[in-house]
Nanobody, 121 residues
Framework: QVQLVESGGGSVQAGGSLRLSCAAS????????MAWYRQVPGKQRELVAG???????NYADSVKGRFTISRDNAKNTVYLQMNSLKPEDAAVYYC???????????????WGQGTQVTVSS
């Protein structure tokens, strides 16, 4: 299994920046996609940004040009640099990792515990 530990959330004023980190540990064969999602009360969890092991990335339209996802495969860690934060970016941010337990297995998804991001106007 994989454990994901997130860090870096907090409170910031609009226009400010935060950097989230998510480190994966445990027993697994490989990790493919690592991603960041966010959720506000009463709404569905939405994809913010994703990163594949091959270097591909994708972003929600609402964060393009402001957020950057990066990854250190050697450390099994994914980062989310969030710049020019807006009040509507406030949410609980969750890290996810799609992993295999061996070379024959399907991919499973593990979620982090979530980290709160608050943006004041």
């Amino acid at each position: 299994q994989v454990q994901l530990v997130e860090s870096g959330g907090g409170s910031v004023q609009a226009g400010g920046s935060l950097r989230l980190s998510c480190a994966a540990s445990g027993r697994f064969f490989s990790i493919n996609t690592m991603a960041w999602y966010r959720q506000v009360p009463g709404k569905q969890r939405e994809l913010v940004a994703g990163s594949t092991s091959g270097g591909g990335t994708n972003y929600a339209d609402s964060v393009k040009g402001r957020f950057t996802i990066s990854r250190d495969n050697a450390k099994n860690t994914v980062y989310l640099q969030m710049n020019s934060l807006k009040p509507e970016d406030a949410a609980v941010y969750y890290c996810s990792a799609d992993f295999r337990v061996d070379y024959r297995s399907s991919y499973y998804r593990q979620w982090g515990q979530g980290t709160q991001v608050t943006v004041s106007s």
